[in-house]
T-cell receptor
Framework: AQSVTQLDSQVPVFEEAPVELRCNYS??????LFWYVQYPNQGLQLLLK??????LVESINGFEAEFNKSQTSFHLRKPSVHISDTAEYFC????????????FGTGTRLTIIP | NAGVTQTPKFRVLKTGQSMTLLCAQD?????MYWYRQDPGMGLRLIHY???????AKGEVPDGYNVSRLKKQNFLLGLESAAPSQTSVYFC??????????FGPGTRLTVT
């Protein structure tokens, strides 16, 4: 069985400052890793995913995450945040891609301070 | 292309009442899922389906039933609602090789 730990439940950050949201996972088999974002009163949207290949993956809105197998981590980073990044961010892991169940972390609420 | 839709958006039930949540997707996805979201607990899988006519239990299935009579629809039923089932419910769908797509959610309150 796999599990996901998001160490920070809330992260306040000043606008234009960098941010890192931490995610660690545990699994006895190879996994696929995802970051989903949930804006207020909406469903979840995929932000980025790691399936294979380059360990650094990027999203279209400036976020990036790096898969670190030795540290079993998949931390999410952005060099300069905007007010529009205010949302809850969920890290998730899957043993199989597409048809297998996703295991979610408990989420990190990112609040941007003007 | 509406994606994943959920009906209703909000509902208030009294303890012991029953209801059905409807999830519909127009992307011809094989796999569909029901999750519940509670503060500080992330999303937890209730039931899922890997194809029309098939369902399976997830992490927290007790108190819920599901049916997948048509490929595009996945129904979640509460036979006798309890206050512990107060939550936000999300439906998702996917096809092999793609990420899960989520609906907008249903906020259920059981008093």
């Amino acid at each position: 069985a796999q599990s996901v730990t998001q160490l920070d439940s809330q992260v306040p950050v000043f606008e234009e400052a960098p941010v890192e949201l931490r995610c660690n996972y545990s699994s006895s088999v190879s996994v696929y890793l995802f970051w989903y974002v949930q804006y207020p009163n909406q469903g979840l949207q995929l932000l980025l995913k790691y399936l294979s290949g380059s360990t650094l993956v990027e999203s279209i809105n400036g976020f990036e995450a790096e898969f670190n197998k030795s540290q079993t981590s998949f931390h999410l980073r952005k060099p300069s945040v905007h007010i529009s990044d205010t949302a809850e961010y969920f890290c998730a892991v899957s043993r199989d891609f597409g048809n297998e169940k996703l295991t979610f972390g408990t989420g990190t609420r990112l609040t941007i301070i003007p | 292309n509406a994606g994943v839709t959920q009906t209703p958006k909000f509902r208030v039930l009294k303890t012991g009442q029953s209801m059905t949540l409807l999830c519909a997707q127009d992307m011809n996805h094989e796999y569909m899922y029901w999750y519940r979201q509670d503060p500080g607990m992330g999303l937890r899988l209730i039931h899922y389906s890997v194809g029309e006519g098939t369902t399976a239990k997830g992490e927290v299935p007790d108190g819920y039933n599901v049916s997948r009579l048509k490929k595009q629809n996945f129904l979640l039923g509460l036979e006798s609602a309890a206050p512990s089932q107060t939550s936000v419910y999300f439906c998702a769908s996917t096809k092999l090789g793609y990420e899960q797509y989520f609906g907008p959610g249903t906020r259920l309150t059981v008093t």
